[in-house]
């Protein structure tokens, strides 16, 4: 039996209540197949009171990182034990931004005009970590967001081995730019998460070295202590297939702004 796809955008943005229970039901259903236990004390869906946004809960265990094939900085293979935690289904929206951006007078920023649920773009490392904290979440660590978008099977996309067109918004997708979020379900990973392949590269937390997988800590790494760029993961609406697995990784400096860079947030 398959599991059914999260497809929130429109529950979000025309005021359709999503029923947490069924969400519920649905994630219990995702780890039963990936044969993860279900813990009896931890709720599996939980939804944030400031940005709105639903966040699944992922299990500690291992799982293997990095890949045999693609760039030398994605190798080798390793295994990375992680804690359990929970990781937002979209990524984080116009919208939604321009509430933070509201609450906090932070920065002079307005939204463009028809795109609020669409990804936010033009943010850099420091506005993407801001926004998690005054949400009381975080930026997932690089091995937070491999594992909430490969799951613990190793697979090339969030959805399997192979690559196909109409999972998620890359070149021939349709899109010229970014997708309202959550508009491609059958591109969802193994744990719900929506968007992680495509639309937009995502800032994650730690700084970029092109060896660290060599020496990394094996237990909930959080990447070098010091560098000059930051990670960004899970390629864009402009990119080919290569740039869209779940291993391949790229960096920007912490300043950086770009059109095709948002980010998502775990807790």
């Known amino acids: 039996m398959g599991v059914r796809p999260y497809g929130l955008s ?37 939804r944030n009171d400031l940005d709105g946004n639903l966040a699944v809960w992922i299990p500690s265990g291992k799982f293997l990182m990095g890949a045999k094939t693609g760039s030398k900085d994605e190798k080798p293979v390793h295994s990375v034990q992680l804690d359990g935690f929970y990781m937002d289904i979209c990524l984080v929206t116009n919208a939604q931004y321009a509430k ?104 994650v937390a730690d700084w ?5 997988y060599l020496r990394g800590n094996s237990s909930n790494p959080e990447g070098p202590d010091r560098g000059e760029h930051r990670v960004v993961r899970g390629g864009s609406w402009i990119c080919h297939a290569n740039y869209l697995r779940c291993t391949k990784r790229d960096h920007h400096p912490e300043a950086y702004r770009s059109r095709f860079i948002g980010f998502r947030c775990v807790h």
């Open 208 to 212: 970029y070295e092109a060896t660290y």
């Open 10 to 46: 429109k529950k979000h943005f025309t005021g359709i209540p999503v029923d947490l229970q069924e969400e519920w039901q649905a994630h219990a259903q995702r780890l039963q197949e990936l044969d993860l236990e279900i813990p009896r004390d931890v709720p599996l869906i939980k």
């Open 100 to 203: 933070f951006v509201q609450a906090t007078g932070s920065q002079d920023w307005k939204p463009p005009a028809g795109y609020a649920d669409h990804p936010v773009v033009g943010v850099n490392w420091g506005n993407a970590k801001a926004y998690c904290e005054w949400a009381g979440k975080r930026l997932p660590t690089e091995a937070e967001w491999e594992k909430g978008a490969r799951g613990t099977d190793s697979r090339d996309y969030p959805w399997g081995q192979d690559y196909k067109i109409g999972n998620a918004n890359a070149l021939r997708a349709g899109y010229t730019s970014t997708s309202p979020v959550g508009v491609f379900p059958s591109g969802q990973s193994p744990f719900g998460a929506l968007d992680m392949a495509g639309n937009v590269w995502e800032w």
